[in-house]
């Protein structure tokens, strides 16, 4: 099993900045990508950024410019600041991490959630 921690998140006024953490720990044999998702009620849970083992990042569209994604590989990390924030970027953010497990004498890829954080911006 492989658990998921977030850190960071709260109230923010429009244009602040917010970095938010996520620390995984448990079975973990190398993660290969992590990322920040996030869900309004009564919407979809969207993809907000990726990163892959290599470095190599992703960004939704409304997201270009504003947040970056960075990860500590050594530390199984990933983090997410966000700068220039609006009101329409209030969610619950939702850490994700796509880890290879020792199960016995196989190694097996899952998919890993965290609890989920809450950012809000409003003045």
């Known amino acids: 099993q492989v658990q998921l921690v977030e850190s960071g998140g709260g109230l923010v006024q429009p244009g602040g900045s917010l970095g938010l953490s996520c620390a995984a720990s448990?079975?973990?044999?190398?993660?290969?990508?992590m990322g920040w998702y996030r869900q309004d009620p009564g919407k979809q849970r969207e993809l907000v950024a990726t990163?892959?083992?290599?470095?190599?990042?992703n960004y939704a569209d409304a997201v270009k410019g504003r947040f970056t994604i960075s990860r500590d590989n050594a530390k199984n990390t990933v983090l997410l600041q966000m700068n220039s924030l609006k009101p329409e970027d209030t969610a619950v953010y939702y850490c994700?991490?796509?880890?290879?497990?020792?199960?016995?004498?196989?190694?097996?890829?899952?998919?890993?959630w965290g609890q989920g954080t809450q950012v809000t911006v409003s003045s």
């Open positions: 990163i892959i083992s290599d470095g190599s990042t």
């Open positions: 994700n991490a796509v880890v290879t497990e020792r199960i016995l004498w196989r190694l097996v890829e899952n998919v890993y």
């Open positions: 448990g079975n973990i044999v190398s993660i290969n990508t």
